[in-house]
């Protein structure tokens, strides 16, 4: 299963960006899908993800970012509001599931979408 990423650029501080990551291959099913970011010279950080419906973020985008998904397209969203300096990273998305014909399970990584804000 390929995931490909888009939406990143350049915004001022308190700025919006919405992300979009669409997935392509086989049939699958999906036991969650993420995003993740990773700010240069740190490690790669979860920063929301939906399994089964339910939501979570980390404490630091709580309120101002919001995950969603459209299966229909099999696309993952991230709304991000009230941008700041530090949401400063490429995101990548996530995708945890199993092809339906070979039962195997994968775990799938978008190639990285770039988000700059500004001060």
């Known amino acids: 299963v390929q995931l490909q990423a888009s939406g990143g650029g350049l915004v001022q501080t308190g700025g919006s960006l919405r992300l979009s990551c669409v997935a392509s291959?086989?049939?699958?099913?999906?036991?969650?899908r993420g995003w993740y970011r990773q700010a240069a010279g740190k490690q790669r950080e979860l920063v929301a993800s939906?399994?089964?419906?339910?939501?979570s973020y980390a404490d630091s985008v709580k309120g101002r970012f919001t995950i969603s998904r459209d299966n229909v397209k099999n696309t993952l969203y991230l709304q991000m509001n009230n941008l700041k300096p530090e949401d400063t990273a490429v995101y990548y998305c996530?995708?945890?599931?199993?092809?339906?014909?070979?039962?195997?399970?994968?775990?799938?990584w978008g190639q990285g979408t770039l988000v700059t804000v500004s001060s």
């Open positions: 291959g086989p049939i699958f099913n999906v036991n969650s």
């Open positions: 996530n995708l945890r599931g199993a092809v339906v014909s070979t039962l195997s399970p994968f775990t799938s």
């Open positions: 939906i399994s089964s419906g339910r939501t």
